[in-house]
C-alpha cells in the first residue's frame, strides 16, 4: 500500500498548491473593481437573461468559493461575496455558473450524462469508502481479489464522473469568457484578462482530482492483476 499512501501525498500536496493559488488568485481579482459596477448576483441575471433563460433564479448561498448551479432547483446560488461583489472576481465567478445554466437549457450534452450519473455516483463513492476500509484493515483477507474487482468498478464509476467533469467545467468557463468579452462586462482587457485568470485556475483544481482520481484507479488495477499472477 506504499504507492498508494505515495499517491495519496503526492496528489494532496498538489490539490494544496493549486487551491492555495486558486485563493490567491480570487483575492487578488476581488479587489480590482469592475467598471461597469455590476453586482455579481447583476451579472448573472443579466446573463441568463440575455440568453432567455427566465425559469433559473438567482440566490444568495452561504461559505466561500461555494458558488454552484443545481440543475434540478433552477437556481444559481453564489457566495455572499459573489453575489454582492462589484469586482473581477465576482462577475467570473457569476458568469461560469450561469454558464451551467446554459448548458442546462442547450441540454448540453456532457452535463446531461453527468446529471444522469449522480446516483450511482454517490452510491459508488459509498460503497468504495467501506470497501478500501475492508482492504486496508485486511477485512476478507488484503489479496481478496475479488473485493478489489468490486473496488476498482466503483472507482470506475468516481473517476469516469470526475473525468466528465472537466468538460462541464472548461466549457462552461468558455461560455462565461464569451459572454462577458462581447458584452462588454470586463470592459478592458486587464478586467478580461483576470477573469479568464481567475476562471483558469478554478478549472485546475477540478484537473488535480480528476489525476488523482485516475493514478489511484490505475493502482489497484496494476494490484488486482498482480493478484492474478
Known amino acids: 500500500m506504499s504507492m498508494y499512501f505515495l499517491i495519496i501525498i ?8 493549486v487551491s492555495s493559488r486558486l485563493k490567491n488568485k480570487f483575492r487578488t481579482y476581488s479587489q480590482m473593481p469592475l467598471s461597469t459596477g455590476m453586482s455579481g448576483a ?35 446560488l453564489l457566495s455572499p461575496d459573489v453575489f454582492h461583489g462589484r469586482s473581477v472576481a465576482a462577475a467570473a465567478v457569476a458568469a461560469h455558473e450561469c454558464g451551467h445554466a446554459v448548458q442546462d437549457d442547450t441540454q448540453y450534452a456532457w452535463l446531461k450524462f453527468r446529471s444522469g450519473m449522480v446516483p450511482i455516483v454517490q452510491f459508488a463513492s459509498m460503497a468504495q469508502q467501506w470497501l478500501f476500509m475492508g ?36 466549457d462552461a468557463s468558455n461560455r462565461a469568457l464569451v459572454w462577458l468579452d462581447r458584452e462588454n462586462v470586463t470592459h478592458s482587457d486587464a478586467e478580461y484578462y483576470g477573469a479568464k485568470d481567475a476562471l483558469k485556475w478554478a478549472a485546475l483544481t477540478y484537473v488535480v482530482g480528476a489525476l488523482s482520481a485516475l493514478a489511484t484507479l490505475l493502482y489497484f488495477v496494476l494490484r488486482f492483476m498482480g493478484s492474478r499472477n
Open 10 to 17: 503526492v496528489f494532496g500536496i498538489v490539490s494544496i498548491a
Open 135 to 170: 482492504i486496508l484493515f485486511g477485512f476478507g483477507a488484503t489479496h481478496n481479489s475479488s473485493l478489489l474487482l468490486i473496488l476498482i468498478l466503483a472507482m470506475g464509476v468516481t473517476t469516469a464522473f470526475s473525468l466528465i467533469t472537466l468538460p462541464v467545467e472548461f
Open 42 to 76: 447583476e451579472v448573472a441575471q443579466k446573463m441568463l437573461s440575455d440568453y432567455g433563460i427566465h425559469n433559473v433564479r438567482v440566490a444568495e448561498g452561504r461559505g466561500s468559493l461555494t458558488d454552484h448551479y443545481n440543475p434540478k432547483d433552477k437556481v444559481v
